[in-house]
């Protein structure tokens, strides 16, 4: 393990003080004047027409300034929802533009929108708009949805049916060891402390500015300015900060375009800021998944077979399909065959959208459980058993990992752990009267890089300010990325304004697929390369720069701060003095935006290791997760605090995944019966445990110039099937669908 | 949210002639649950009569060794931590406690925990159609709903919600009395009788009368109660209603016999359930765990679950056998 290799500084967050002390704004806090707002109508049955709308008391309630409805709305057409989301056209999963028609698509839907002057005159005149209904059958569950099943080919150009090797024959082998369970995870909802949440303000016919609490403020201006149809320029999208968003603020939902439907019907600015309960229905949530894992081993552990089958949920107003065999069985271990089916439902409810590791997160809880109970049936270490079946080489697409660490994660791990002291025997353990269960699996996320640009004006102080449109999700980029241009471009960390959230800037891709750091990192790094290339033209004009009349190729930052001959040294001068002897006050150097080549010669994941107790009374059953260590392989760590952090996070959230997270539906209405935090539980402090989170390998200067592979998402990867597996270890008792509540081991 | 109108009364007699002469009023305690049924649009009063000011913040020791008298403003996190209650009713400081957060529990008050609403989805979500609580003859949404958190016990065809306080369990084992003041005078309701069963009046949820202020909460002296324990299960580890919840004192002479016991169920009624059967089960047996469980049998053996809370039954024999074992341990 070399961390010195890979560790970053442990920085403070630069943005901590603005944060705790209230100076930091999120969108919905800023104030435009005349603002009024928007409280929305729900559906509240899944499947019909409206039959009629009457806001006649509405209306005349105070303050009242507009109701938008199908009856009135301005229309915005269509903008194109199903463009690739690399392409920088923004990413809308629920593909149909609010107020469009009279149909109802799921419970929950938006019908009609009041604005008033101030929120508790539109809350209440909301209450007062009758809409009536010719309600249809509905379709709520998988089965009720199976004449319309389909099975998608690929999702976002990857391929999700997969199929290597004679999977049959491994199947139909006597001499191999054979595991097939099925296993179930259910709804969950992000659930962000922020909720999502757009003011939208027309300063003319064509020029809209919209504060919005996104993961991607350059997809939202080309959703809404081609929506509109308006030069893309004209729409602004400003988002400084985010107070959390794990997926559900990438896309754009109804909310934007009806903030800015509203804002055109009423003639003033227009506040809407989504309700805690349309969080359950309006912005996407991860879809149930059911997974069926076979998988045959030899006796010695080898792996012959892996079969993953995934069906899933999805609306009828969109696509959104949660990849759970393809992106865990697809990539985890070496096995000679593969096969992998995924078929997606399409029902009458919200359509799902990307959480937290979508597919990544429910596929590994499969699959690695199945692994436990391989290694169960085997009667090996479930470690063992990982190691044996290493994949030094992706599985499917059969080309080298790069920057592989993942033996390392397992045996630093096992050793923080104390794993060797593991009794195998289920309910083996006791600490008094509490079963003891210790259970591990593994992690892995895909490192995904895109395209994005920069700008970086250097003052002749030596300070310098940066912007690129991305985004801080609350993770922590800010600092990242102010640490990577302190790096790259050669300046004091302290000297560095690092700039974000705003379409006016360079363009920045979607916050998502923990590719940020990855992404505007390499950015930065061809941005330092130009800013040195500036400086470098400048120097060698100047007669009186000791790098006058150097051939600019040969001149490169030899140290902080300063450019000099890459062959001598001696030969150099600074940022500062090259500026000011020309008598610049300040330069700016922007790069263009790129579309990023996938290197195909080479298959990029991050990796890790989970290892995690429970302590469990054995008469009132509820899972208490007591320690976790987590070992992580991901390339570079910018900054040490933050990436922690991450980690952290993400597996506290798989524990809730484990063992609380659901989100139910009344199965009459099809409404989520479950619609607020006190009803839907994530960990509390009191349900996280201490987290011992280390890193490993080396940086991956083959995926990108910075070494690192991102980190946003694999915290959670895993994690729900380490804290199944320790139940099983506890108790003897292996539930198989999710979340692990004590009536399941009563 | 209704548009309302607020006063702030100055003395329980103010109180109680304001909400007589309104009868769409309602006072306003912590209003921790109040304010939000208001935001949700389940309870819609015309005004808010503000009793926060009014002198019942005390918590005194009655007179001749007679118990304790809990004002009905004192904060469920002031009930908590006072020195007597931990002392002589370690249940109800536990109770307490265990339920909602430490910034729910400084603002909630004795009076309106005692009249905090069911957490049913249905009644609690007015998107839903068919709740009986509600909107009385609308149906009962829940029963071939999403019924995890509902009753097994003394629910009705109309209504099988629960009512979610941790205090009330508490309360109802240690036989507290309510004070209550009206147009007509003082009146005090045995804590039995002053939650209902919803038989085919769901939406009445106490025998407190509309234009009623409850001014005080009597705890007799009950000197086994300083052996007395608030077992609370629940989906995590803090800041859940209990799926069930019990409330246990026991009276065990020196042989550990069981000279007398008070138990009391959470979560699994329409009220507090006191558990009778069980403490007639206990009272004379010797304190061990066949008889707590013989004891748990005898409580649950009228019990009926539905199809997400079947796993009530089980889980409620186990906490009263488990509470029971703490208190009987308790030196
Ligand atoms: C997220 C959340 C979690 C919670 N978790 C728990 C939990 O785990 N366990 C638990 O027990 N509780 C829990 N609670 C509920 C909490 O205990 C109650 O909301 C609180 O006790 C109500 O007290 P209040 O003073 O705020 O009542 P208010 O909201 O002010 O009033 C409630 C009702 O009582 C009436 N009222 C108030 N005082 C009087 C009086 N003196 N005389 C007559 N009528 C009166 C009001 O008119 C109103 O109808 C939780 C609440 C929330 C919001
Ligand atoms: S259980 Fe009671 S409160 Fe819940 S829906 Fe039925 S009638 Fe309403």
């Given at each position: ?9 442990a920085?403070?967050r ?44 509405a ?29 920088g ?58 004449h ?22 491994a ?17 969950e ?15 003319a ?6 504060w ?9 201006q080309?959703?809404?300015?081609r ?36 804002a ?20 996407g ?30 609306s ?33 409810m ?38 044996i079946?290493?994949?030094d ?23 923080k ?18 079963l ?6 593994t ?43 302190s ?34 990192g ?7 390369e130009?800013?040195?290339q ?11 720069s ?6 600019p ?10 450019l000099?001959?890459?062959?001598d ?45 429970v ?95 991102g ?8 994690a ?15 539930v ?6 004590l009536?399941?081991?009563i | 949210m ?12 103010d ?48 007179p ?28 109800l400081?536990e109770?307490l ?106 939406n ?10 409850i ?6 002296a ?22 069930v919840s ?22 699994v ?6 558990a ?56």
């Open positions: 393990m070399a961390e010195g290799n890979i560790l970053g500084p920085r403070n630069v943005d901590g003080k603005a944060k705790v002390t209230g100076a930091a704004k999120y969108s919905v806090e800023f104030e435009v004047p005349k603002c009024a707002y928007a409280w929305p109508v729900d559906s509240n049955i899944a499947k019909g027409k409206i039959t009629g709308i009457d806001t006649s008391a209306q005349k309630s105070p303050g009242v300034l507009a109701i938008v409805s199908h009856l009135n709305a301005p229309k915005p057409k269509e903008p194109g929802a199903k463009e690739s989301r690399d392409s056209h923004g990413i809308r999963n629920e593909e149909r533009v609010p107020f469009a028609d009279n149909e109802v698509h799921y419970a929950g839907q938006y019908v009609a929108l009041v604005v008033a002057q101030t929120i508790e005159q539109a809350r209440h005149a909301a209450r007062l708009v009758r809409v009536s209904y010719a309600p249809e059958q509905p379709l709520l569950e998988m089965e009720e949805a199976e319309r099943a389909r099975k998608p080919s690929k999702n976002h150009d990857e391929n999700v049916q997969l199929k290597t090797g004679n999977v049959d024959a199947f139909a082998d006597s001499s191999l060891t054979r595991i097939e369970q099925t296993y179930s995870t259910p709804t909802t992000h659930n962000p402390i922020e909720m999502s949440g757009t003011i939208a303000a027309w300063e016919d064509d020029k809209l500015t919209l919005d609490s996104t993961q991607f403020v350059k997809g939202v080309s959703i809404v300015s929506a509109w149809n308006l030069p893309t320029e004209n729409v602004r999208v400003i988002c400084p900060f985010v107070g959390g968003a794990f997926g559900c603020k990438g896309a754009v939902w109804p909310h934007v375009l009806a903030a800015a439907m509203a055109k019907a009423a003639g003033v600015p227009v506040k809407f800021h989504v309700r805690r309960q349309d969080m359950f229905t309006s912005i949530h991860r879809t149930p998944t059911q997974q069926k894992v076979s998988l045959a081993a030899t006796p010695d552990g080898k792996l012959k077979a892996m079969r993953h089958v995934t069906n899933t949920l999805t009828t107003v969109g696509q959104f399909t949660e990849s759970a065999g393809a992106r865990s069985t697809g990539v985890m271990y070496a096995s000679p065959s593969i096969w992998v089916e995924e078929t997606v439902f399409p029902v009458n919200s359509t799902p959208t990307f959480m937290r590791a979508p597919g990544e997160c429910p596929g590994s809880y499969a699959l690695e459980c199945a692994m436990d109970e391989l290694a169960y049936a085997l009667k090996m270490d479930p470690v063992e058993l990982r190691i079946n290493h994949a080489n992706h599985p499917v697409k059969n080309v080298p990992f790069s920057a592989k660490h993942l033996k390392e994660c397992y045996q630093v791990g096992a050793e752990f104390g794993w060797s002291k593991r009794n195998p025997k289920p309910a083996s353990m006791r600490d008094g009267e509490l003891v269960g210790w259970g591990m699996a992690k892995t996320y895909p490192a995904h890089i895109q395209g994005a640009a920069a700008r970086v004006t250097l003052k002749a102080d030596g300070s310098a300010t940066v912007q690129c449109a991305t985004h801080d999700l609350g993770t922590g980029a800010y600092t990242a990325f102010t640490q990577i241009s790096e790259q471009l050669g300046l004091p960390f302290e000297k560095i304004r690092f700039e974000l959230g705003k379409s006016d800037y360079p363009f920045g891709p979607v916050a998502g697929g923990s590719n940020s750091t990855a992404t505007v390499k950015a930065l790094h061809e941005l330092a130009a800013l040195h500036t400086l470098a033209q400048l120097a060698i004009k100047d007669p009186k000791p790098l006058q009349n150097q051939n190729q040969d001149i490169s930052m030899v140290a902080p701060g300063r000099g001959l890459k062959t040294s001696s030969k150099s001068d600074t940022f500062i003095d090259i500026l000011r002897r020309v008598r610049r006050d300040s330069i700016i150097v922007e790069t263009p935006l790129k579309t990023e080549q996938a290197n195909k010669n080479w298959a990029f994941q991050s990796w890790g290791a989970d290892f995690v107790e302590k469990i009374n054995p008469v009132l059953p509820r899972v208490q997760v007591t320690r976790a260590v987590s070992v992580i392989n991901c390339g570079r760590v910018v900054t040490f605090k933050p990436a922690r952090n991450q980690i952290i996070g993400g597996v506290n959230m798989g524990i809730g995944m484990a063992l609380m997270e659901a989100t139910e539906y009344d199965p009459q209405t099809g409404l989520p019966a479950i619609r607020n935090l006190a009803d839907y539980h994530v960990v509390t402090n009191a349900d996280a445990p201490v987290i011992d989170v280390a890193f490993v390998g080396e940086p991956d200067f083959t995926f990108n110039p910075i070494g690192c592979r980190i946003g998402e694999i915290g959670i990867v895993g729900a099937a380490a804290v199944a597996n320790a139940v099983y270890h506890a108790t003897g008792k292996r198989r669908d999710l979340p692990i509540t009536d399941k081991l | 209704n548009p309302f109108a607020y006063t702030r009364a100055a003395s329980a007699d109180a109680v002639n304001g909400i007589a002469a309104k009868p769409r009023a309602k006072f306003l305690g912590g209003g921790t649950n109040l304010v939000d049924l208001m935001k949700m649009g389940v309870e819609a009063p015309e005004t808010l009569i503000d009793i926060n000011r009014l002198p019942l913040a005390q918590i005194e020791q009655l001749n060794g007679g118990g304790v008298r809990i004002g009905a403003m004192v904060r469920n996190s002031d009930l908590a931590e006072h020195a007597l209650i931990k002392s002589s009713y370690p249940v400081s109770a406690l265990s339920g909602a957060s430490p910034q729910l529990r400084n603002m909630a008050t004795v009076g309106g925990n005692l009249l905090q609403r069911t957490r049913c989805y249905y009644f609690y979500d007015p998107a839903f159609p068919a709740c009986n609580k509600r909107n009385p003859g609308s149906g009962c949404g829940a029963i071939n709903g999403y019924n995890r958190i509902h009753a097994i016990l003394g629910q009705s065809d109309q209504c099988i919600a629960t009512n979610p306080s941790d205090m009330c369990v508490a309360l109802a084992a240690l036989d507290a009395v309510v004070r209550v003041r009206g147009p007509k005078g003082e009146r005090e309701i045995p804590f039995a009788d002053f939650h209902r069963l919803p038989g085919d009046t769901a009445i949820d106490t025998n407190l009368a509309p234009d009623e202020l001014t005080a909460v009597d705890l007799p009950i000197p086994f109660a300083a052996r007395s324990h608030y077992l609370k299960v629940r989906d995590r580890a803090s800041y859940a209603f209990a799926l019990v409330a246990a004192a026991l009276d065990l002479d020196s042989s550990q016999q069981i000279k007398a016991a008070r138990v009391a169920l959470g979560g009624a329409h009220k507090p359930w006191r009778r059967k069980a403490e007639e089960e206990l009272t004379g047996k010797t304190a061990d765990e066949l008889t707590f469980r013989a004891a748990a049998e005898a409580e649950l053996a009228a019990a009926r679950g539905y199809k997400h809370n079947i796993f009530k039954i089980e889980l409620a024999k186990r906490a009263i056998t488990q509470a029971l074992s703490t208190v009987a341990a308790v030196s």
